[in-house]
């Protein structure tokens, strides 16, 4: 592998939780590694994830971990995960288990430039952007 890059999520104690939601929108199976694997048994963030990964059948990445207790959580911020294309029955699925229990900024309708466009918060305060783009004749 030369190199890729990829989204690398943090989370105030809920990574393997919204990992595991992840693995259920876009398939695959998550890996997870806690603070007390890497020395930190007996510390409060035993449980914590330091590092969790997510290579989805997709073939999309997603990395996430959980800040420690002596840490300020910083909820994302200034940024979105897109995701794009023209598989509009991929796409619409999932953006229907994103958005479920999320917060909708914009519904996933057409818009002037002719793509179905929509913005959510999932569940756990990720923002996400979805546009399926309009087949061209």
Request: proline share 4%; glycine share 10%; charged share 20%.
């Given at each position: 592998?030369?190199?890729?890059?990829?989204?690398?999520?943090?989370?105030?104690?809920?990574?393997?939780?919204?990992?595991?939601?992840?693995?259920?929108?876009?398939?695959?199976?998550?890996?997870?590694?806690?603070?007390?694997?890497?020395?930190?048994?007996?510390?409060?963030?035993?449980?914590?994830?330091?590092?969790?990964?997510?290579?989805?059948?997709?073939?999309?990445?997603?990395?996430?971990?959980?800040?420690?207790?002596?840490?300020?959580?910083?909820?994302?911020?200034?940024?979105?995960?897109?995701?794009?294309?023209?598989?509009?029955?991929?796409?619409?699925?999932?953006?229907?288990?994103?958005?479920?229990?999320?917060?909708?900024?914009?519904p996933l309708e057409k818009q002037v430039w002719g793509d179905e466009f929509g913005m959510c918060v999932?569940?756990?305060?990720?923002?996400?952007?979805?546009?399926?783009?309009?087949?061209?004749?």
């Amino acid at each position: 592998m030369s190199s890729r890059m990829n989204p690398y999520l943090t989370f105030n104690g809920d990574a393997r939780q919204a990992m595991e939601f992840y693995a259920d929108v876009f398939g695959g199976t998550p890996a997870f590694n806690t603070f007390a694997e890497f020395g930190g048994s007996d510390s409060a963030d035993a449980d914590r994830i330091m590092h969790g990964m997510l290579e989805t059948d997709a073939g999309y990445t997603i990395m996430a971990g959980d800040v420690t207790a002596d840490m300020q959580f910083e909820p994302m911020a200034g940024s979105s995960i897109s995701l794009s294309g023209d598989d509009a029955d991929v796409l619409r699925g999932y953006w229907e288990k994103l958005s479920a229990e999320g917060t909708v900024n914009m519904p996933l309708e057409k818009q002037v430039w002719g793509d179905e466009f929509g913005m959510c918060v999932d569940r756990f305060g990720v923002p996400w952007m979805v546009n399926i783009s309009s087949r061209q004749a």
